[in-house]
């Protein structure tokens, strides 16, 4: 090949030696430019100078200004980058061999195998007559055979909240979890992931301009993005770096008190954090459903990583509402809480299946319907997804055939997340300059790029030049050099005037850490005064 | 069981007779009443009087308007009817045994069974390791191994827009259909069923709340539904039913003209026709393709039915518009087109699934990259919808080891739909005062209730009272005595004081229309002045 290649859909062109390079286009207000253009329509069809076709002038600008980070720029680039690897093995003209996808918590993009248990099930649940083809368990298919009674064909569209078993057993596993705190199979929604869940509460909840959703800093980018989607207001409430990103409920009474043109209408939690990796004690959980019931705003329990936690113990909102409700339920009488749980998440892993679901307690059952009619009009999440929540929540039980494998596949792969977990933190703790608090659950670590100023003029000046962040350099540097995807901080947001990024733990084996350390030696040799 | 019966979810009493009942339901504002509200919480925790959980006038007023007649109001209380033969199947006092659901195109609900080419692979994608305990035909495993090969595991998340490997087979599909025009599979999008591109569309296009769409009347209300919860503004173009349903460009051109305050951003064309089951001829289409060259406007076109084709033959908006290029560039060359596909439709049938695509034609790159931003935020469509699409578009040929099943299948499928479809049309030209268009496509009938006022005054009067529309009526009628639920034609637009039902022909037998017959002659004997 050429020395130099084209990256098609970001138009940049890239030489043998990348350094530098992905600068232009980051600070680019495209997120893509022109495509390829294929015959019959020559290339001016696009950009025909009469009457053109719309512009993102002419559209709903709340969809032009939303970000999300995840999949935003930097991963864009890297998506180029693996099309160049995949296409010109030998002669790339990259300084590494594949993109190290820690962008996003996509454990079977890397090498997280699926459970046994799920997909036999599934399997039959697709193609019935292999039941008696197949050596699977008893269980297995005794499941797979009530799941069919029940649902019918997967191929058919469901209850528009989801088929009424898969309800009730959500119910009954909220309940056996929740320390047999009821919940209604009623107040129950299946949802596409959480990610659908979240769009129709903050759908609902954003009635003009002024409705204001509190969210943790840093946060999951999914709701900036959706809130700016329905032009809603976003007030951030910052966790404490310093105390293991823990949630500070007086600087969330103070944020409400400081704003009284805005109609606050929910308070987003996540727990366990979303990029923090941290987990609430129930303490904070006491706190925060205070603040709900004296405001009357809704509460947002974003639980995905609940299955994932390695040091300390996940409690649900839930529980402590219930809890709380039967010591003093006239206080706690009006808090509404909207829960969520994926089966994308924790040892699952089943991003692509897209299952998930919400359990409301405490909403009207007007704005409820309101809800029905939302999930209705996008007829049913889908049915194999359904199936799959099911078989999460409800696995197989001591003296069950599938349960040893079962156990000892669930067991594996959350050791060996602890142990990715505490690879990539202990190799944080020996970067120069670089901070991280442990991880305690979820998929991520969220270090500091502790760079003062006085000590990195270079770097400090290089990012006014390129009116970029000091952590977007580093993001576009590592990725450069080491082909490492993960998100600066700034698309989760931080406090003002610091510096993180975002990675998953997940990718295998220690090379990818081993290359990122030597990144780092480099980078700050580069960019330290000190080092000079 | 007693002769009373509540309804839990629209609290209704249901009496041993139910005849009439139904009506203070329909006329109620309410979609659902209060639900079960079950331990810990007292029933009044829903209900306090103090500082109240938030109301209907509390949220966004969009979702509170919003309506989708398909899975509105009386398929809630077809749902709560069916729960309670189910409960009490020896003696729940109604005058029927079954739900029939016609309210919905839901084929494996009712009996039509999944390809078993599609389940067979999907059954692998989901436990590959069966693959070598299984008797499938060869070309269903190697399918199998080559998506597995590209996409790896259909429980990671793909590509936003979809798995590459993917939008490559439908480009190749859709340049196959229409005679050899390309399609770039980089304007492929991968959606969940057609409804989520619907959205993706029409959110961005709603830039205010002057903006306009122009929809056929009668439409599918997920159309309606969508742009009122963008606050845009649907302006609907009569679709002529003593014409076959066809679509009159001119009534289109007055509109446009009609109202130069409203900024128009698309014309929506669904074909084959839901719920009219009409086909476009090509002069239609070109009519609609020079009305988007002249204004600007975008095309969406709704071609889920393509596959469902009794009479008559369809033809792409795609391939039409590429013939036009090749004439006159200059004119067409802004024509900006999304077409739209879904497997839940067709012999394929399988809505659970939520698989299908987009395809963009000529819209600007920006605009396409918010688009793929939109798609982003909820990270992909369900990954085994995705790979459904690809085993539907490209099926096996001549000569594989799985054609002959296959051929067989789908034609035994395509043949019964055409056969219920004339069984279902034939019967309502044989009930007096009811008109139907022999049905060309799609699953659907939109007969005519040609109960003129001066020969049903009664019928007037009962719709009057009850501030309900006849078609209501008739609806509310058929499902209290013999379980069969359609949609009244309001749901889906109808020229002013005319009336009509939605009904699917896919449930199967005769039972169902012979009941159906005998109701009519009551409802006639009943309301019919000439009668009496």
Chains 1, 2 share one sequence.
């Not at 293991?244 to 606050?264: D, G, V, Y």
């Not at 020996?430 to 608090?437: A, F, Q, T």
């Amino acid at each position: 090949m050429s020395s130099t290649t084209t990256l098609v859909k970001s138009g940049l062109i890239i030489p043998a030696n990348t350094v530098g390079i992905l600068y232009s286009f980051m600070t680019s207000t495209r997120v893509l430019s022109p495509p390829r253009v294929a015959s019959p329509l020559p290339h001016h069809y696009y950009f025909s100078t009469s009457t053109e076709p719309l512009s993102i002038k002419d559209i709903n600008q709340q969809t032009v200004q939303a970000n999300y980070a995840v999949r935003g720029k930097i991963p864009i680039i890297a998506d180029e980058l693996r099309d160049l690897i995949e296409k010109n093995p030998a002669s790339h003209g990259l300084p590494f061999n594949k993109i190290i996808n820690a962008n996003i918590g996509n454990p079977q993009q890397l090498d997280q195998k699926p459970l046994t248990w799920y997909r036999q099930v599934l399997s039959i649940l697709q193609y019935p007559s292999i039941i008696n083809q197949v050596n699977f368990p008893q269980d297995v298919k005794d499941r797979a055979i009530k799941l069919l009674n029940n649902i019918g064909s997967i191929g058919a569209y469901s209850h528009s909240q989801g088929a009424p078993l898969i309800r009730e057993s959500i119910a009954s596993f909220i309940t056996k979890r929740d320390n047999g705190h009821y919940s209604d199979p009623h107040n129950i929604f299946l949802t596409s992931g959480a990610s659908a869940a979240v769009s129709y509460l903050l759908q609902i909840l954003s009635s003009d301009s002024q409705s204001g959703f509190l969210i943790p800093i840093p946060q999951y980018p999914l709701y900036t993005a959706t809130i700016a989607l329905n032009n809603a207001v976003p007030v951030g409430y910052f966790l404490d770096e310093n105390n293991n990103w823990s949630t500070n409920p007086e600087e969330i009474r103070r944020l409400l008190a400081q704003h009284p043109n805005i109609k606050f209408k929910a308070l987003v939690v996540i727990n366990p954090g979303n990029p923090t990796g941290s987990i609430l004690t129930r303490d904070d959980i006491v706190s925060l459903i205070d603040i709900a019931a004296e405001y009357g705003i809704v509460l947002i329990a974003d639980e995905v990583y609940q299955e994932n936690v390695f040091k300390g113990e996940f409690i649900s909102m839930k529980r402590v509402l219930s809890e709380l409700l039967e010591i003093n339920h006239d206080k706690y009488r009006n808090v509404q809480l909207a829960s969520l749980h994926s089966t994308s998440k924790g040892v699952s892993g089943e991003c692509g299946q897209r299952g998930g679901y919400m359990e409301l307690v405490g909403f009207h059952s007007e704005v409820r319907d309101v809800l029905f009619k939302l999930a209705s009009i996008n007829l049913c999440s889908v049915v194999s997804g359904q199936a799959l929540m099911e078989l999460m929540i409800n696995p197989p039980k001591e003296g069950d055939e599938s349960y040893p494998l079962y156990k000892s596949e669930t067991s594996s792969i959350h050791r060996d997340l602890q142990a990715r977990a505490d690879l990539l933190y202990n190799a944080f703790l020996n970067m120069e300059d670089i901070k991280c608090n442990k991880p305690m659950g979820a998929m991520y670590l969220f270090p500091k790029l502790d760079f003062a100023e006085e000590d990195y003029h270079l770097l400090y000046s290089r990012a006014r030049q390129s009116n970029l962040q000091i952590d977007d350099i580093y993001c576009i540097e590592l990725l450069e050099n080491t082909g490492i995807c993960c998100i600066p901080g700034n698309g989760f947001g931080q406090v003002p005037d610091t510096y993180h990024l975002r990675t998953t733990f997940l990718p295998p084996g220690n090379e990818w850490i081993d290359s990122w350390g030597q990144f780092h030696n480099k980078f700050v040799a580069k960019y330290k005064s000190t080092k000079h």
